[in-house]
Structures are given as structure tokens and as C-alpha cells.
């Protein structure tokens, strides 16, 4: 029995986390605990529960919750909302203005020597955002990006010598240390006076690089720290969060959005990674490629750097309502067709029993994906003794990775993609004569050919939906396809969402919707039909 003394006092100033940690147990078994004494721990905010003396100490001296911050190199919402779970009266704002107001004629003094706000909070021990719009309500300041040095020369003054660098080739970043103002000054200045500048880090995109020219993909064992470039956060976070958790297959897309980063950002530092250069890289990406391509991207890219938020590597998430945009695709293809215009692609496929033509092999191999409603990789790595055809079933229970250049079985999605469906007599006579012959583990299209590829077989179901007249899509619509004749026939969900290998109902439900509300509209009008002939 784990001895509970001291509970009730170290609950007033740990969280959860710290007690379970100076118990040795559970935190399931602390928060038991906490119940059955009435007792509330310290609520969690990173950073602050072992120093819940000191914020006392200086909140009881008159500190306002951004000094707190300041001394803890937390954001003030943290401070705020810990002394307001904590009951600490610190500063309100109009003390702070008043105790500012004191100190006004040394702010006014050291602002004419040209000390900048940012200087001037440090010496009188406020935070620089207070100082700043303190010195912005009395007019000691004019604008928020006011020179580092105010005493010098007006930048105005000096924009022919401004200009004449700029046409040099001298960054934002550059300027700014020459003529010793900050970079915003420096910035405002060159658009009013009509002055094109560029930056190193927030306005100019690299071009693209070759990908030999790209890191090497594997762990980044260093530091990370907000000097570190967005490249080597993003790799360490990829190993660190998903190598290992997801498919190799899957890593595939991290590995390109690795490479896809480099080619925009190349060296910058992750500090530097605002909403405005992360919109201008999409944009930019847009003009390129299709939308679906740059909203892949985006959605890999975002939860790494929501992770680099809560590091305090970024200080606001730069992915945070980004507009997606990019060109149409210059054939559009169709998440599904109907029934009738299937058995019109399907009436015009190559069919024959000589697996070594191209045109023949990719035929039957959409055939089989649209009885079946396999994915792609699924029917990939089909062998014959996944073929049960005394019972006409077939089994998934594996996958073939064919992103990997050699080739390799693979798993399946999850757990739930294993599984045995039936298929009809004609399909399963069919390939019991097609796959007579062939090695039992090796995958039935590769022993006619060395590689088959997603993109090759969606070009020939193409030009097939072209032959048949009908909307062109892809293999995997071939999979949407299957499940819409299904739900058209009545064919239940539940059943549905097992023959496609849905770890959940809801999934099938929320990729369906749009399928289910088509079904219902003809019912409508078939009921209207019905009872108008009453």
C-alpha cells in the first residue's frame, strides 16, 4: 500500500503528471485518489506548476501576468489562465498603466536617445508589448515598426542609397543590418518609396531542386531548437511520430512532403515559417500542380506543425486556415459511375486468356477490381492461394508495395482490410483457367509482367471509358463504383462496410453519403411516380 501523506498539501501546487510522477503510479490511480479526498490537483499549464511560489511572489509585488511571462518565457493566456485557476491576483492593466505613467519622463528620455521599445522594457522591467502601445497611446512612438536606432538619420532620407542596394541584390535581412533599422522599417520604407526588395527568409522561394540535392531521409539526431531549419524539425518529427506506425507505403507521402519543403524552403530556419510564407509556398505550388496534390501536401504537413507550436518552436501555427488552391486536372475523372455504364466499360475491356499482352492483363485486372471492390495494392498482391474457388471466396491478407522500385508484399491497411469475400461462379471459373498454371506465391499479374503501376492501369480504364462513352475514372473509383451497385440493389451497409474493409461503419456512411442522398432522390421520384398514377 502506497503511503498517501502529504496528498492534500502537494495537490495545491502539482498537476496530475507531477503527482503520479513523485508517487510512482498511475495517473488513473492519483486521480482515484483525488476523488475519494475531494481533492483538485493544479490544473495543467506547461511550465508553471513548479513555480507556483515564484509567480505568488512576483504577482504579490504588482507584476502583471505578461512580466510573469516574461520571466518564464511563457505566453501571457498561459500565466493568465494559471493564476486565475490558482486564485493569484496579479496586476490589472490599468495598474500597469499607472505604474508606466510614473515612469514616463525615463521612457521619454531614453526613446529621444534612440533606445528602442524593446530596450527600454528591459530596463524598466516590463514587458515590451506594454511599453510598446504605451509609447504608441502617448504619441513617444508613431508606429509599431518604429527604427531599432531612432536617433539616426530618417531611412527616408537616405532612399537613393536604399534603392541603389536593393538593385545590388541586398536582402531585407541585409539592409536591415546595414543601415541598422529593423527589418519592418526597413521594409515599410522600400513600399512607400516604390523600392523592390527581396527577403531571405519571408518573400523568395528557391527554385526547385533537384532531389539528389535533398537530405538524406533518415532521423535528424540533433538539437531542435527554433534556429533549426523546418526540414530537419519536420524529419525528426516523422521518425519520431510515424516511422514504424504506419505503413511503409504510407511513409512514402511524408517522404515526399520532406522533399517538397526542401524545394521551397531549403535552409531557412523554422522561426521564420509564418502563415505568409506557408500560404505563398501553396500558392506557388498550386500554380503547378492539381489541387489534390497541394491539399496532400497540406494535410501531412499540418500536424507537425501544430506539434511545433506546442514545442514552442513556432509561436502561432502557420498552416492555421490556409487557402488550397491549385489547377484543374486536365481530365477529370469520376468518384463512380452507374450500373449500366460499368457494363458498358466492361463490354469494350480486352479480353482473352494471353496474360502477357498489356491490354489484356490491365483488363482483367480491372475486371477483378470492380466484382470485387479492392484496392488497388489488394488486388495487386493477389496469389492463388488467396483463390478458394470450391467456395468462390477470396481472401485479403496481404498487399503489394508497388511505390517500392523491387517490389514486396506488404500489409494491409488495418486490421480490418484481412478479410474473405464471396465472388460469383462466372468471375471465379474464369480466373481458375487464367491462373492454372502459375506459382502459388508469387502475385498472378507480376509472373506477366515485372511492375505494375496505378497510374499505368488508370490511363487504359481511361481511354476504355472513352471507347464506352462513358465518364472517365480510376481504378479506385472502380471501388466506389462496386459499392454504389451494391447499395443500389439494397445490399445493407453493415455488409457493405466488411466487403470494402472499413475498420468502421462510419467510415463506409461518410464516403457514401453522397451515393446514399443520390439513391434517395430516385426513390423520391419513383414513389412520386407510383402514387401520381393512383
Known amino acids: 500500500m502506497i503511503n ?4 492534500e498539501e502537494l495537490s495545491k501546487t502539482m498537476t496530475l503528471e507531477d503527482l503520479s510522477n513523485h508517487y510512482g503510479v498511475h495517473g488513473v490511480t492519483v486521480s482515484r485518489w483525488l476523488k475519494e479526498a475531494k481533492l483538485t490537483s493544479v490544473p495543467v499549464v506547461w511550465g508553471l506548476g513548479v513555480h507556483d511560489a515564484k509567480v505568488r511572489e512576483m504577482a504579490a509585488a504588482g507584476a502583471d501576468t505578461h512580466v510573469i511571462a516574461a520571466e518564464f518565457n511563457l505566453t501571457p493566456a498561459r500565466v493568465r489562465k494559471y493564476c486565475i485557476s490558482n486564485n493569484i491576483a496579479f496586476a490589472s492593466k490599468k495598474a500597469v498603466r499607472k505604474k508606466l505613467s510614473d515612469k514616463d519622463g525615463i521612457i521619454r528620455k531614453l526613446a529621444e536617445e534612440g533606445v528602442h ?15 510598446k502601445s504605451y509609447m504608441l497611446d502617448h504619441k513617444i512612438i508613431e508606429k509599431y515598426s518604429e527604427p531599432r536606432n531612432a536617433g539616426r538619420i530618417s531611412l527616408r532620407n537616405r532612399s537613393a542609397e536604399l534603392r541603389v542596394l536593393a538593385q545590388e541584390g541586398k536582402t531585407l535581412e541585409e539592409l536591415s543590418e546595414i543601415f541598422d533599422f529593423t527589418r519592418g522599417y526597413v521594409r515599410r520604407i522600400c513600399h512607400d518609396e516604390g523600392i523592390e526588395v527581396k527577403s531571405a527568409h519571408i518573400n523568395s522561394f528557391r527554385s ?15 538539437e531542435i531548437s527554433p534556429d533549426s531549419r523546418v526540414v530537419d524539425y519536420f524529419r525528426q518529427w516523422t521518425f519520431e511520430h510515424k516511422v514504424g506506425t504506419l505503413r511503409d507505403v504510407s511513409i512514402q507521402a511524408y517522404k515526399a512532403a520532406h522533399a517538397f519543403l526542401y524545394t521551397y524552403l531549403q535552409d531557412m530556419p523554422i522561426k521564420f515559417l509564418t502563415r505568409g510564407v506557408y500560404q505563398k509556398m501553396m500558392t506557388k505550388h498550386g500554380k503547378a500542380y492539381h489541387i489534390t496534390t497541394v491539399r496532400d501536401y497540406h494535410n501531412v504537413l499540418k500536424a507537425s506543425l501544430k506539434d511545433a507550436v506546442y514545442e514552442g518552436l513556432l509561436e502561432k501555427d502557420p498552416s492555421y ?26 463490354k469494350v475491356l480486352d479480353y482473352g486468356s494471353n496474360l502477357s499482352n498489356t491490354d489484356t492483363l490491365y483488363s482483367w485486372f480491372i475486371y477483378l477490381s470492380a466484382k470485387t471492390g479492392f484496392r488497388f495494392s489488394e488486388t495487386l498482391g493477389l496469389t492463388v492461394s488467396d483463390f478458394n474457388f470450391g467456395s468462390e471466396e477470396i481472401t485479403i491478407n496481404k498487399t503489394w508495395n508497388y511505390k517500392d522500385p523491387k517490389g514486396r508484399f506488404d500489409l494491409t491497411k488495418n486490421k480490418s482490410s484481412n478479410r474473405t469475400i464471396s465472388v460469383d461462379a462466372q468471375t471465379m471459373a474464369v480466373f481458375k483457367t487464367l491462373t492454372r498454371d502459375l506459382q502459388t506465391d508469387l502475385p498472378i499479374w507480376l509472373s506477366y509482367r515485372a511492375r505494375i503501376l496505378n497510374g499505368s492501369v488508370n490511363n487504359y480504364l481511361a481511354k476504355k471509358c472513352k471507347q464506352a462513352k462513358v465518364p472517365a475514372i480510376s481504378t479506385h473509383s472502380l471501388r466506389h463504383t462496386h459499392a ?19 475498420a468502421d461503419i462510419s467510415t463506409t456512411q461518410d464516403i457514401y453519403t453522397h451515393i446514399t442522398k443520390e439513391l ?3 426513390d423520391d421520384k419513383i414513389m412520386k411516380d407510383a402514387l401520381g398514377g393512383l
Do not use: C
Open 484 to 502: 454504389s451497385v451494391l447499395l443500389a440493389k439494397g445490399v445493407s451497409m453493415a455488409s457493405i462496410s466488411a466487403r470494402l474493409g472499413h
Open 208 to 222: 526547385p531542386v533537384t532531389l539528389e540535392s535533398v537530405p538524406e531521409w533518415k532521423d535528424f539526431e540533433g
Open 4 to 7: 498517501r501523506d502529504g496528498l
Open 520 to 522: 434517395e432522390r430516385k
Open 117 to 131: 521599445s524593446e530596450d527600454i522594457a528591459k530596463q524598466i522591467g516590463y514587458s515590451s508589448r506594454r511599453v
Open 321 to 346: 486556415k490556409i487557402t488550397i488552391a491549385g489547377r484543374a486536372n486536365g481530365r477529370s475523372k469520376s468518384k463512380f459511375i452507374s450500373e449500366f455504364e460499368l457494363s458498358e466499360v466492361l
